[in-house]
Every structure is written in structure tokens, then in C-alpha cells.
């Protein structure tokens, strides 16, 4: 374990999120949505909304701070942070953020949130149809590569080709996911179960890795999580939820442009989850239950063998369905239904969940669950992973 | 839609040069049916997709440098759900990400000539093929790929 680890020093206090609806059918506002979900959360976690004084996000959230501040009538807003890049795989980086700010001293409560609401803005599976393109949309756009579908099925395509991995891993996480969902009643696939016969007769939308059902929904709606010190955590109503560790980044050239990251077929973890590792003094073995952001079935299988729970050549006997469920299985999995079949919370739902496992409160709850692991965002750059734990960790 | 022989719709959105300039080398290449990559001047690295700077020695000179329109798929999709409107209708198309041995095995992204539904390996040679879009507003060149021999 490093010497400046995040380890035991901040616990995230209060969750909170608003009604999730598919996209386009929120009654109200997306600030609305982010709105509530804070209001929520401080609610959770029993203390005066005015105690907020600063806010983490990511994926160039709409919904500035300064406005939110200005709405809830904040006397002091002492910190103000947007994680770049990444689309979902800045939501544990900004819950990270949020934590290094409470224990650098800049903040003693913050938010970190995500307002989403697909429906009164552009959609993410939608291309714009500029009729130019230019920089790197110049060599992708003109061949029909535009959604994040079809940029990230090129990279799974490669890693399953190379480690043998079977399409059926990747029915067994979006069954996991639509199972879980059947207990939750926030989940938008709540009483609609997934069948194996209704994913293998699913459309395509990229073929041959990203089926339906392999595709995360989108939705409307909001998720917020309050983070305080360690200390004040112990005096506030919920069971404290600690940061055990941290990471986010990518590795060498993963950015660079029209695919030619140096380790292309990959989630972008191999560097981060080991660094996350030792920040937490943990490893694989010891973590009770995973919430891996599904962008893609295929980045959750990516970014769970990158994470080190199985060998990528074990990948078709690891991921199976009775082995993800919470009832029984070695590694339970995305316990609330998660992108795929809770809600499309930008990932932030799956932070949520986490915090309910260690509390004990989730609606598939794995029994003494007391580290988990978040992934998020898996296959774009930068990403990030957090680890929550209970007070018996520390 | 006017009569020719691309592979995607005509109104598909039109590659033009990054307005600072980087790529504009490439651009008028393709026009002229060469393939040009970039190559330090320094240290001979290649590099795409076009950047100012060398990512191994971090030197500026970085040349372009024609190469042969060989290469070997290094993986492969095939959209079926058009996410853009000129692509209503089309169908499923095969796009491939194709490595260039002659040239340090850079990457580049093309569609894969050839039947819609065929048949695709990883690791099958593949040669360059130039679509000249001559009636765009701003003419363009393509680089698509089709199986060798």
C-alpha cells in the first residue's frame, strides 16, 4: 500500500437519486433530476443541505455547480471539479476527486452527481449528421464508425478473438444484470426478465460483439453521493462507507487517434487496476462484490479480467450467470442491474449500489459484503476504479 | 442520390483537413492515389494518426512518407443499426481496422469491399483501393480495402 493513500480517510455518507425513466420521459428538467437526487442524498445521510460545500462530476456535466449552489442557497462553495474526458469512465475518478478534496482539506461535503436526461438532449447512440468532419472523425465518420457501439466493438472483436472468448459471456452479464433488476424496483427492467432464447434472437447493432441486450440503455434521471471525512461519517445517520482505494488514467497512447492505442484491444485498466490495487492494500481475492460499468457487455468482461478476477483465457467458464448471481456465485456482479437493466445513470448508479452492498441494504444483497469494487467506463481513456469498504477493513 | 460506385451513401459526412492544417498532406495524397503516413524525420518512428509531435523522441519533424497500400486485418465489425440518417436503408457494412507492416504496423480505418455478409478473418491481407468522391463540394478521396488476390 502506498504512504498517500485515500485508504479509510474520507466514507461516503448519503445516496441519493431521482425516479429513472427511459429517455424522454422525464416530467421534469434535467437540473430538476439533479435537483432531487441532492436533496436525496442529504436526506440519507441526515444532514442540512446547506452543510454541501462542493461538487465533483464528470462527462461535462450540464448542471453547473455554481447554478446548484445558487438553487440550494450554499453560504460557502469551496470546491468546483469537472473530471476530462471519458464519458463514464470518470465517475469513480470524480467520486476519487471528491474524497481528495475532503482529505486535502479544500471541502468538508461534497456532492459528486450526474444529471442525465437523453431525451431533452442529444442522445449518445445518435451520430450528428454534420455533413464535414475533420481531426479524428475525419477517419472514422465517412466509414460509419460514430457510435460509441461501433468505436468500442473493434476493440473487443481483437481481445475475444486473441483469448478465445465466447459470445456466451457475454449473454451471461446482460442475464446477470436483468436478474438483478427483477428485485429492484427502481430498475427500469424491473419485471421484465431476460431470457437466453430473447438475447441470442436480439438484433445486432454491431456485429459480432455488441447484440441488444450487450448495449446499456438510455435514460433519464440523476444520482448524487455525499462524501465527508472519516471522522464526521461516524457521527451521521447511515453506516459510513469508506474509500479504500483509488485510480484512474490509461495506458501507453491510449488516446491516440483513429485506434492506435499501443495496447488497443484492452479496457484500458492494465495499468490503472493495479495501481488501484495497491493504493487499497487489497487484492482480487478480497473483494466481496463488483459493479463494472456496462457501456458494453464486452468492456464489463475487458475490464473484469483487466481487474485481475479471472485470466482472459478462463473467461468462458468464469462468466456465467449462477456464477455473477448474488445467489451463490463466486463473484456477484452489477447487484442492481446496472446500466443495462437499473438505469443508465452514466454509471453513478453502480456507486450507489456499491454503497447499499457495504451498508447491507441492497435489494440483492450479498451477504456481509464488506469490500467492493467499482469499475467505471471501461474501453475509453481516461478510466477509473474505486474500492469501498466497511469499517472491519480498515 | 447521384449514380456512383461508393460503398456507403454519398451523403455520409465528408473527411475535410483539420483547420490547423496537420493532415492536409494526407488529404491531397489520397487525391493523388498515394497512401501517406507520418515518419520522424529524427529518429524514423512512424506514427498515425497524424500528430505535430513524435511520440518516441519527441522531435517535430515528422514527414510524410508514401507507403504501399498493404496490410493485414488487425480486427473487424459490422454495424447493423444506422446511427446516421444517409445510413437509413443501407444495410449492414463491414468496416475493418487494417495494419500496415510496411510502416511500423500503424493502424487505419476502412470498409472491407465485397458482399455485405462475407466472410471476415482477422489476420487476412488486404490491399488499398481509392474511392474518389469527385462530386463532393470540397472533393475527397477515400481509403477503402479489399481482400488480396
Same mark, same amino acid.
Given at each position: 500500500m502506498i504512504d498517500r493513500s485515500i485508504r479509510g480517510k474520507v466514507a461516503v455518507a448519503g445516496i441519493g437519486e431521482s425516479i429513472y425513466y427511459k429517455h424522454g420521459q422525464s416530467p421534469d428538467p434535467e437540473f430538476v433530476l439533479a435537483l432531487q437526487a441532492i436533496l436525496k442524498a442529504a436526506a440519507d445521510a441526515g444532514i442540512d443541505p446547506k452543510e454541501i460545500d462542493g461538487f465533483a462530476s464528470y462527462s461535462n456535466d450540464r448542471n453547473d455547480p455554481s447554478r446548484i449552489a445558487a438553487a440550494l442557497g450554499l453560504p460557502d462553495l469551496r470546491f468546483s471539479n469537472m473530471h476530462w474526458g471519458g464519458g463514464g469512465g470518470g465517475v469513480a475518478a470524480a467520486v476519487a476527486n471528491g474524497a481528495a478534496a475532503i482529505a486535502a482539506g479544500y471541502a468538508d461535503c461534497v456532492v459528486v452527481f450526474r444529471a442525465l436526461a /437523453?431525451? /431533452? !438532449? =442529444? =442522445? !449518445?447512440?445518435?451520430?450528428? &449528421?454534420?455533413?464535414?468532419?475533420?481531426?479524428?472523425?475525419?477517419?472514422?465518420?465517412?466509414?460509419?464508425?460514430?457510435? &460509441?457501439? /461501433?468505436?468500442?466493438?473493434? =476493440?473487443?472483436? =481483437? !481481445?475475444m478473438h486473441d483469448y478465445g472468448v465466447k459470445n456466451d459471456v457475454l449473454r451471461a452479464i446482460a442475464m446477470t444484470s436483468y436478474q438483478h433488476a427483477q428485485n429492484n424496483p427502481r430498475a427500469i427492467r424491473y419485471g421484465r426478465p431476460l431470457d437466453a432464447s430473447t438475447y441470442d434472437e436480439s438484433r445486432w447493432i454491431v456485429e459480432p460483439v455488441n447484440r441488444l441486450y450487450d448495449c446499456c440503455q438510455e435514460n433519464d434521471g440523476a444520482a448524487a453521493l455525499i462524501l465527508v471525512s472519516a471522522e464526521r461519517a461516524r457521527d451521521l445517520k447511515q453506516t459510513p462507507v469508506y474509500l479504500i482505494g483509488a485510480a484512474q488514467g490509461s495506458d501507453h497512447r491510449c488516446g491516440a487517434p483513429v485506434m492506435n492505442a499501443s495496447r488497443f484491444a484492452s479496457s484500458s485498466f492494465t495499468t490503472v487496476a493495479p495501481r488501484l490495487y495497491r493504493s487499497a492494500g487489497v487484492t482480487p481475492a478480497d473483494i466481496d462484490v463488483v459493479q463494472s460499468y456496462e457501456n458494453f457487455t464486452t468492456g464489463v468482461m475487458m475490464a473484469v479480467v483487466e481487474h485481475g478476477f479471472c485470466a482472459p483465457e478462463e473467461a468462458n467458464e468464469f462468466f456465467t450467470l449462477p456464477n455473477l448471481s448474488t445467489s451463490g456465485g463466486k463473484m456477484p456482479l452489477n447487484t442492481s442491474g446496472g446500466n443495462l437493466a437499473e438505469c443508465y445513470m452514466h454509471g453513478l448508479g453502480l456507486q450507489l449500489e456499491a454503497v447499499r452492498q457495504i451498508r447491507g441494504q441492497s435489494c440483492n444483497q450479498v451477504p456481509d459484503a464488506k469490500l467492493a469494487m467499482n469499475i467505471a467506463g471501461p474501453m475509453v481513456t481516461p478510466v477509473s476504479s474505486v474500492i469501498m469498504g466497511s469499517a472491519e477493513v480498515l | 442520390m447521384s449514380e456512383n460506385n461508393y460503398y456507403l $451513401?454519398?451523403?455520409? $459526412? @465528408? $473527411?475535410? $483537413? @483539420?483547420?490547423?492544417?496537420?493532415?492536409a498532406p494526407y488529404w491531397e495524397g489520397t487525391r493523388r492515389t498515394e497512401l501517406l503516413v507520418q515518419k520522424c524525420g529524427a529518429c524514423g518512428n512512424w506514427q498515425w494518426g497524424p500528430e505535430w509531435l513524435c511520440h518516441h523522441c519527441q522531435s517535430f519533424d515528422l514527414a510524410w512518407q508514401e507507403v504501399e497500400g498493404k496490410g493485414v486485418i488487425y480486427s473487424w465489425e459490422r454495424p447493423w443499426h444506422p446511427v446516421h440518417p444517409a445510413l437509413n436503408g443501407r444495410g449492414a457494412y463491414t468496416v475493418v481496422l487494417v495494419e500496415l507492416p510496411g510502416a511500423g504496423n500503424v493502424r487505419m480505418i476502412g470498409n472491407l469491399l465485397g458482399p455485405d455478409d462475407q466472410v471476415v478473418e482477422i489476420g487476412a491481407a488486404v490491399e488499398a483501393v481509392f474511392e474518389a468522391h469527385d462530386d463532393a463540394d470540397v472533393p475527397y478521396t477515400l481509403v477503402q480495402w479489399q481482400l488480396t488476390g
Open positions: /437523453q431525451g /431533452q !438532449f =442529444r =442522445r !449518445f447512440g445518435e451520430a450528428m &449528421p454534420d455533413p464535414t468532419v475533420s481531426g479524428d472523425a475525419a477517419y472514422m465518420s465517412p466509414y460509419g464508425v460514430m457510435s &460509441p457501439a /461501433q468505436k468500442y466493438a473493434m =476493440r473487443a472483436t =481483437r !481481445f | $451513401p454519398a451523403d455520409m $459526412p @465528408s $473527411p475535410v $483537413p @483539420s483547420p490547423d492544417g496537420l493532415d
